[in-house]
């Protein structure tokens, strides 16, 4: 069995950890792979969570002087969401066992 996580849950991660470290040049780049980032048209469920990052994302772009405002927790709460609740576990179960 293995945990697989989403396209989003990785990338919400690796801004959620690059900000709490404080590294605003690795925390910067994270912020605009977002951008990058695609999903099929079949799981609209991770289209949306990556629309909602690429939101955050432009949010976090736009405060980037003032990430410790009290406005900013919410982007860190909704980063926290994503990041930690795409898990899904893969195994004998997914092949038919």
Do not use: P
């Not at 910067?28 to 994302?57: C, H, P």
């Amino acid at each position: 069995m293995t945990t697989q996580f989403s396209d989003s849950a990785r990338q919400a991660e690796a801004i959620l950890r690059e900000w709490l470290d404080g590294d605003r040049i690795r925390f910067q780049r994270e912020v605009d792979a977002v951008a990058e980032l695609v999903t099929s048209s079949s799981n609209t469920s991770e289209m949306e969570r990556i629309e909602v990052l690429k939101g955050i994302a432009t949010a976090l772009r736009d405060e980037k002087h003032h990430l410790q405002d009290s406005n900013t927790r919410v982007y860190r709460d909704l980063l926290r969401h994503l990041a930690s609740g795409q898990a899904r576990i893969t195994g004998a179960e997914e092949c038919g066992n």
